[in-house]
Structures are given as structure tokens and as C-alpha cells.
């Protein structure tokens, strides 16, 4: 199995900056690709980004690209999400995923691992 465990969410103004961390424990090795997903209340689970575990290409959802940048780090097992200029609408519970295929998707039902989310509120 493994576990993934978010940090780095909080309360931030317009404008400005937070970086989410996840942690992966467990089989990582069976693990390919990651994202980030995120859900704000009475909405459906939105896709921000994803990156291939193994050669860090990535792709970030067009809402998104250009405020968001997903990344990783192999020795720490640690996922990435750098958000900037952030929006009111930008407030959600953040995820991170893991699934065992290498081909980058944003269907959550993809997915294989989820962590508990990060609260990220931005106030106007």
C-alpha cells in the first residue's frame, strides 16, 4: 500500500503564495505518476496538475498553467504544488493521487492512492 499525507495548506490573501508538500510512504515504487487534485464545497473533484514519477514531465490544467507548477522530489518521495497569484476561487481541499500507469491523466477515477487533502482558503 501506500500513504500519501498533504501539509502546507492554510489561509492566504489575494495575491499571494502557498506551496503544498505530499509525502508518499509505503510501495512507492508503484507509483508512476502523481497530480494534484482539488474540491471546493458542492463542486466535483477538479484536476490542477500531474507529473510522471519517473522523468518529471508534467501537465498542468489550463485554469491553472501559469499560477500552478507541480514537481517532485525523487530522494524525498515528495510531491509538489507551488500555487502563486492566488484567487478567492482558488479556495478548496487540495489532493494529492498516485496511480500505477505512466500515461498522465486527470480522471479521478484513475487514480489509486489519495491522500486526507490540505485546506487551502484564499480571502479577497
Known amino acids: 500500500q501506500v500513504q500519501l499525507v498533504e501539509s502546507g495548506g492554510g489561509l492566504v490573501q489575494a495575491g499571494g503564495s502557498l506551496r503544498l508538500s505530499c509525502a508518499a510512504s509505503?510501495?512507492?515504487?508503484?507509483?508512476?505518476?502523481m497530480a494534484w487534485f482539488r474540491q471546493a464545497p458542492g463542486k466535483e473533484r477538479e484536476f490542477a496538475a500531474a507529473?510522471?514519477?519517473?522523468?518529471?514531465?508534467?501537465f498542468h490544467a489550463s485554469s491553472m498553467k501559469g499560477r500552478f507548477t507541480i514537481s517532485r522530489d525523487n530522494a524525498k518521495n515528495t510531491l509538489y504544488l507551488q500555487m502563486n497569484s492566488l484567487k478567492p476561487e482558488d479556495t478548496a481541499v487540495y489532493y494529492c493521487?498516485?496511480?500505477?500507469?505512466?500515461?498522465?491523466?486527470?480522471?479521478?477515477?484513475?487514480?489509486?492512492?489519495w491522500g486526507q487533502g490540505t485546506q487551502v482558503t484564499v480571502s479577497s
Open positions: 493521487a498516485g496511480r500505477r500507469g505512466t500515461v498522465i491523466t486527470g480522471e479521478t477515477r484513475r487514480y489509486d492512492y
Open positions: 509505503g510501495r512507492t515504487f508503484s507509483m508512476y505518476t
Open positions: 507529473i510522471n514519477w519517473s522523468d518529471g514531465s508534467t
